[in-house]
């Protein structure tokens, strides 16, 4: 009899192990198959973009987005107009975001010469990192010391390499301004977040890997909000002149 009770003891505790050991499997995968809600989104793109509804308007109408190269980059555009010269675009017009430059650095506590240092792409980070959580209905100061994570595609990162030297003037900021590892650290910081700070760069699908694994942190519970997307400004006219030797462009 008392080996019954023993043996019936064993089972139970089996028994009970197993309805656990089913629970969290279930759990796992019930997990894992969950769908990932987007509660709200911001972006720039070229042809004056600055909202979800304006890009829906741009599609929308077919309306052209491509212009002339920009003017307030600093850049040879005698030169680049002569696809025979060292510097030269065999094309004279691209996708650009005209009005790049203009950031309110005070919003951020962030100082004019400090700003200045900043690549654009860190700039433009903030700044719809801000309208994502305005647009979610989320007050960004609000998340501080939330396990948020934030996941940033980053491929151009030619701001700071204009200089060989750092001007007097930015000295000490033009490093982190311009180091792509910076650019989701920065939005963690400025907001306070706890979650993982990812910059990826897999080139032309950066945006796309950084949302993949934004989503996995969020169903590894790795995270409980995260923050994905990527920006692309170019601050030299490298691409063009690179692309326009290889072979690559047509005009």
Not at 24 to 39: C, K, Q, T, W, Y
Not at 61 to 75: E, I, K, M, N, Y
Not at 207 to 218: F, G, I, Q, Y
Not at 222 to 228: I, M, P, S, W
Request: include cysteine; charged fraction near 20%; charge should be negative.
């Amino acid at each position: 009899m008392a080996q019954e009770e023993k043996l019936f003891g064993y089972l139970k505790r089996v028994t009970a192990d197993l309805q656990q050991a089913r629970e969290r499997l279930s759990e796992v995968e019930g997990r894992a198959r969950e769908p990932i809600a987007i509660v709200a989104m911001a972006c720039r793109f070229p042809g004056g973009v600055d909202s979800a509804e304006s890009l829906w308007n741009l599609v929308a109408s077919g309306a052209d987005a491509v212009s002339g190269f920009p003017t307030d980059r600093g850049w040879d555009l005698p030169g680049l107009a002569d696809p025979t010269h060292p510097g030269g675009s065999i094309t004279r017009e691209g996708g650009f975001l005209h009005d790049a430059a203009e950031f309110d650095a005070a919003l951020f506590g962030i100082s004019p010469r400090e700003a200045l240092a900043m690549d654009p792409q860190q700039r433009l980070l903030l700044e719809t990192a801000w309208e994502t959580l305005e647009n979610a209905g989320i007050d960004p100061t609000s998340l501080h010391g939330t396990p948020t994570g934030v996941f940033t595609g980053v491929m151009y990162n030619d701001y700071a390499a204009r200089f060989t030297t750092a001007p007097q003037e930015v000295a000490g900021h033009l490093g982190n301004g311009s180091a792509p590892s910076i650019a989701s650290g920065r939005i963690s910081y400025t907001f306070g977040l706890e979650g993982p700070a990812v910059t990826i760069d897999t080139a032309c699908s950066s945006s796309l890997v950084a949302l993949h694994l934004a989503a996995n942190a969020l169903r590894n519970n790795e995270c409980t909000l995260a923050l994905a997307g990527g920006v692309t400004i170019m601050s030299t006219p490298g691409t063009f002149t690179e692309f326009t030797h290889q072979g690559g462009l047509s005009p």
